[in-house]
């Protein structure tokens, strides 16, 4: 055994090759079947101008110690921490340096694919300083939080109310006399809870506490409030505040817990763009319009439907590639060749693989076309909104929730079941999937419960088809769920033309189903309701339904729009529309019971839809690995021996392997403590030693 002192050895691998065909040329082989374009599409997603500032900030970022991940995966919490903290002080430099805009940060933030303790200062904290408040305040706050002179994060969610906003319980009543405002945490419950950023970071805080002006409860409302002090960080007098512990994933963010003791503020920290507490009566001056605070929920939902498709896209890249250079077992009755030598045969060929990935490939792409439809709808309703016009505003805001609900548990799940595709090295941190699930995780939950978001989407949905049936909705250019009601009313007897398989192709036809698919449910729901009388709480499960089947007609429609609009090659409009065809079928197909159900499908059209997805399978394998490439996420971004762009998977993932920590030395830290002596106690027994018999049985 080596000497202690020689025991900062680092164990590394001999110079071996894999068995061939190695994972670069089986990549360039998956490349050469493509059948279009891939620039093409890249460019057609992002735009080639996109595409240049990310290979010029990627460049800048490979170069910057403070933007390194080596060591990502064997990071501790502190270490977390301190790197996050780290990088968020050198993109401020760097964006000086080189005169980034919004777009070059929200490029860097992409790519280094990591929240920080300063994540919500830019994604809350700006944000509501910007919207809600006045020139006043946007001078008092905004200008010295938009230089990083003061850090903020969002305060809202309690340990004892997360949803329910209206049961919050902090409060802030209005001091007539001094004309400030006492800040109050009640109950242990009303302890703010869960706020990114909170926990070491801010020194200000957005403060959602219940409005009490001359002992009346006018509801949550928001404050700007300083917590900690400018000059040495420390808690203010009446504050306490600390980190809430390690969680499940996300913990490079520093998420934590504040209470208030009758912490008294100023009257300018009531943000006061909307409504208004008079000075010295505490007269309480309404909003002009009470919807005008949706635009910023809009706002955050519509982004996180929009990372969406990041997510899906980077499980299905690093779940292709690493599909395409995996090879497990014979094909007997289609062996794999490969000069003139048969191979084992890539996992991507295998049907069941396809099943489980391909569909994830389409379903990044409907996201990413229906996440711009979001973000083109909320700018445009904001327009409207400036000029008193709120017509978008109620299926805009019940669309977001809803989709918001639907496409991250889209994304969860498809993360998840990427991860088991890769086998057990998917279980690795190498692989690229285990820090991205438990940092993506959360998403399921904040900016509202999944399940209970969808019943703010099934509220509309169903005011929407009682305004039909009384007559008073008509078919409209920009409201498609009034169209698909209306429709519906028109013929509820209607069913699926469709004679053959092929007939499902046509995107009409999908439309047509989705479309009474959910007006069906829409419509059973209201007869539940208001012809028998039942209960909001016993229909939970049907209205989480017909939410998820108008989200779906949403993407469905969406991706076929998209494929219509834009000028495509030929052959790029032919693998988008195989794709689109993919999603809407692979979705049709796990929701069959509501088609059945609602009568527009026959059980032998339900064949021919599982049918059909099986040759769609079949017709975009392969463009597999060219759809991914498509995505444009570099290595850097990934993060994965499994999934690079050069397919060296197994020379990354060893050499990924000699970086871990415990592989810096010869003999763990425990030996002499631990093992030594159980070993030793051996070597001294009476009885024969371990050695002398491996020694006789060599003899």
Known sequence: MALLSDNNVPTTFPDLAPRGPNGDVLLRAERARATFDVNELSRYMYTQ?????????????ESEPAFDKTNRYHHSRPEKITASLWKEKRLIELRREHNWDDVDVSIVNMLFD?????????????????????????????EP??????????????IGHGSNVQGLETTATYINETNEFEIHSPTLTSSKWWIG?????????????RLILNGKDYGPHPFCVQIRSLVDHKPLKGVTVGDIGPKFGFNSVDNGFILFDHYRVPHVSFLAKYSQVKPGSGEYVKPPNAKLSYGTMVWVRANIVLDVRMVLAKAATIAVRYSAVRQQNYDASNPKKWEGRVIETPVLDYTMQQYRLLPTIATAYACFFTGQEMMR??????????????????????????????????????????????????YSMFSGFGQFYQDYLPNVTWEGDNYLLTQQTARYLLKSYRNVIAGKASVSEYNHTSNYLIQYSQNRTATCPAA??????????ILAAFGFRAAFGIAEVVSLLDEEGRSWNSLLVEINRISRAHCQYMLVRQFFVSIQQHGLSPALKDVLTKLACLFALHTMEKELADFLTSGYLSSAQAKMVKAQVIRLLEEIRPNAVALVDAFALPDYYLNSALGRYDGKVY?????MAEQEPLNQTLVVDGYERFIKPLVHDGLKSTTPTIASNLAQAKL
């Not at 950023?197 to 506490?209: D, E």
């Not at 020379?651 to 050499?655: G, I, L, S």
């Open 49 to 61: 101008e996109y595409l240049d500032r990310m290979a010029k900030i990627l460049d800048i970022l």
């Open 114 to 142: 990591q929240s920080t303790p300063l994540t919500l200062h830019s994604q809350m904290f700006l944000p509501t300083l910007l919207n809600q408040t006045t020139d006043e305040q946007k001078k008092l706050f905004l």
């Open 145 to 158: 939080a938009l230089k990083h002179h003061i850090i903020g994060c969002y305060a809202q969610t309690e």
């Open 197 to 209: 950023g909170l926990g070491k970071a801010a020194n200000y805080a957005i403060v959602m506490a």
């Open 377 to 426: 709808l909320y700018h445009l309703n904001q327009a409207e909104m400036a000029k008193g016009n709120f017509d978008l505003l109620a299926d805009l805001h019940a669309s977001s929730s809803g989709l918001k609900s639907l496409t991250t548990t889209m994304g969860i799940e498809a993360v998840e079941d990427c991860r088991r595709a890769c086998g057990g090295h998917g």
């Open 500 to 509: 053959e398989p092929a007939d499902l192709l046509n995107p009409e036809s």
């Open 651 to 655: 020379e990354a993932y060893t050499k």
